[in-house]
């Protein structure tokens, strides 16, 4: 691993820092090597950082654990890219509050491609799983990434769609196959571990067919409630236009599709059951103006 890629490490281990901070730092100091070597007095003088994120900036316990952070990720094929790296997605660089770095585990190089994000509930109906699968298998075909949180429901049934996009292609027709759109999965936790469990197999199958696993979590970070809604940023950061499918009133899944609509993009919705609770919030965005589709050739991906 590149020796800078240790201060990128070091920096997401930071307690009390979030992205804005992180931002404004390297804002003033350009890389997180120099942070690094920065002593109290000159920590201090920085506006907005107490005493307390500057204790955790000079924990040397923390230094220590980037060894052991490094060497675990060389040793499962785990990476990290910064916000400067060319891999990083363009789209993601322009939400309000972008992560600083992601860990990944995959083909870091699908990040750039077009993408759409697809969301709904964990609780998902047949009628749900069916539709999921239908738009992850069929925008995979033509040429879109599919990006989702690999959570029950929904998201796990559009990935589902997607890698059997990917194992109905022969691997004898690799240029054909390289058009095929990737599943991107953006998970709340660290590549460590999988969450939820059942989907160890499915989260293997994504990386084996060219897809990713990223987070902006280090390694050992469990999946706290807390971290999901600061994940579905990025899933609609990373993407061009949000496609949901079922959502309940008060349901996560709305968090998204707000953080899809400040950041500019397009929401489309497959229309729901009347009758289900599950359709409640898709059937709402529709009424509000969101995109009704019914069929994967309506969602308008451009390059």
């Known amino acids: ?107 870091k190089e699908i990040l750039n491609n077009k993408g759409i994000a697809i ?73 460590d571990m999988v969450y939820p469990k059942e989907n160890q197999k499915l989260e293997q199958k994504i990386i084996e067919l060219g897809g990713c696993v990223i987070s902006e979590y280090p390694i050992g970070t469990k999946p706290q409630k807390m971290h999901f809604p600061a994940r579905n940023r990025i899933i609609s950061g990373i993407a061009k236009g949000v496609l949901v499918i079922e959502a309940k009133e008060k349901s996560g899944t709305l968090i998204t599709v707000d953080f899809a609509l400040e950041q500019g993009k397009d929401v489309y919705v497959v229309p729901g059951n009347i009758n289900s609770i599950n359709s409640v919030g898709t059937n709402e965005l529709i009424k509000q103006g969101a995109k009704l589709i019914t069929t994967y050739k309506e969602v308008e991906i451009q390059n």
């Open 119 to 191: 969301i709904g509930c964990r609780e998902a109906s047949e009628y749900g799983k069916k539709a999921a699968k239908y738009f992850g298998y069929n925008l995979s075909k033509v040429n879109i990434n599919i990006i989702s949180g690999l959570a029950k429901g929904v998201d796990t049934y559009s990935h589902i769609g997607n890698c059997c996009s990917l194992l109905e292609k022969s691997y004898s027709y690799v240029e054909s196959y390289k058009r095929y759109g990737k599943p991107i999965a953006v998970v709340g936790n660290g590549l």
């Open 1 to 107: 691993m590149v020796e800078d890629k240790k201060y990128w490490v070091w920096l997401s281990l930071i307690k009390g820092l979030g992205s804005k901070k992180k931002q404004k730092l390297l804002e003033v100091y350009k890389t997180p090597k120099r942070l690094y070597y920065l002593r109290r007095n000159e920590l201090l003088k920085i506006k907005g950082i107490g005493t307390q994120i500057v204790d955790n900036i000079l924990d040397e316990k923390i230094k220590e654990e980037v060894n052991k952070h490094i060497y675990y990720m060389e040793k499962n094929n785990i990476d990290i890219i910064s916000i400067v790296d060319n891999y990083y997605p363009q789209y993601l660089k322009q939400i309000y509050d972008p992560p600083i770095s992601l860990y990944i585990k995959g083909n």
